[in-house]
């Protein structure tokens, strides 16, 4: 029996977040990713029971295999200012209970900034911000910690800075990783080679451990390799080669892990549509 890919893309929760399952699967998902509540504010009101009863509902009749959660874009638990990462670490774990109160198992997190102050200092206060949310959490949720293409003052662009971060936190176990491949290659992983390819993940397996892996964003680079430049391009239309996602897609070790476009598309989400049928044709073919 043939294995059915877990694909699909960022889903949007307007209107009710329980309208995300009739979204994915309107475009032929069977893996979503979506914000628990709007990405620009760093708080939302709180989910009702009836709000979580329906989603619970439909995430149970559903198609779709999978779903993780994005945190919103202006934490930064990196930060070196004594405020923002206090109201970061308040928004982390808000983010983390409405996980929770959802059942979504996996939030996905840029690691975060250091604005000058340094790289070590800046991991080893992640590591601390990461501890004191999950030592508030059930234990349900699993933050994936997102490889970052090295813009600005961003952590995260290799391996090594995010075994570091583990590393120093005591509930490592509720720590894993988000491996975009834009991000990798804007930060000279050059997965668009089938030598480059293995050897990339050949690291990421021994620096990070593939069992930690609980999402793929599955990317373009509108910028050349090595660029440290995060900017997305639709399958294809960059500089990375179809034949990189069909090596994703039909590599075994990943076969479980969920992946996820974050392409450029329309509203209606008919580019989406049309890469998700792309990604599930190269499965075997």
Not at 12 to 26: C, N, P, Q
Not at 95 to 100: A, G, H, L, S, V
Not at 230 to 247: N, Q, V
């Amino acid at each position: 029996m043939k294995h059915e890919p877990l694909v699909g893309c960022h889903v949007s929760i307007a209107g009710g977040i329980h309208k995300v399952f009739d979204r994915g699967e309107s475009v032929d998902c069977t893996a979503i990713q979506i914000f628990t509540k709007s990405n620009r504010n760093w708080f939302d009101k709180k989910l009702e029971p009836e709000e979580i009863e329906k989603f619970k509902a439909a995430a149970k009749q559903s198609s779709i295999k999978a779903i993780v959660a994005h945190t919103g874009y202006l934490i930064n638990i990196g930060s070196n200012k004594e405020a923002t990462a206090q109201q970061s670490t308040n928004s982390l774990l808000d983010e983390i209970r409405r996980c929770q109160e959802l059942g979504v198992k996996v939030l996905v997190l840029h690691p975060g900034s250091h604005l000058g102050a340094g790289e070590e200092s800046c991991i080893k206060q992640i590591a601390h911000k990461l501890d004191h949310v999950l030592e508030q959490s059930d234990g349900t949720v699993t933050i994936a910690l997102e490889t970052m293409a090295g813009q600005g003052t961003n952590i995260g662009y290799t391996f090594e800075q995010l075994k570091e971060i583990r590393s120093l936190c005591k509930h490592k176990r509720k720590i894993g990783f988000c491996l975009d491949t834009c991000h990798v290659f804007a930060a000279n992983y050059d997965i668009s080679t089938e030598d480059g390819y293995k050897e990339t993940f050949k690291q990421f397996d021994a620096i990070l451990g593939l069992e930690h892996l609980k999402v793929i964003h599955m990317n373009d680079s509108q910028t050349k390799l090595g660029s440290r430049v995060d900017r997305h391009a639709p399958l294809g239309k960059g500089y990375m080669k179809l034949e990189t996602f069909d090596r994703i897609m039909n590599d075994k070790k990943l076969i479980d892990v969920p992946k996820i476009l974050e392409t450029p598309s329309d509203p209606d989400m008919k580019l989406w549509a049309q890469e998700i049928a792309l990604l599930k044709k190269m499965v075997g073919a």
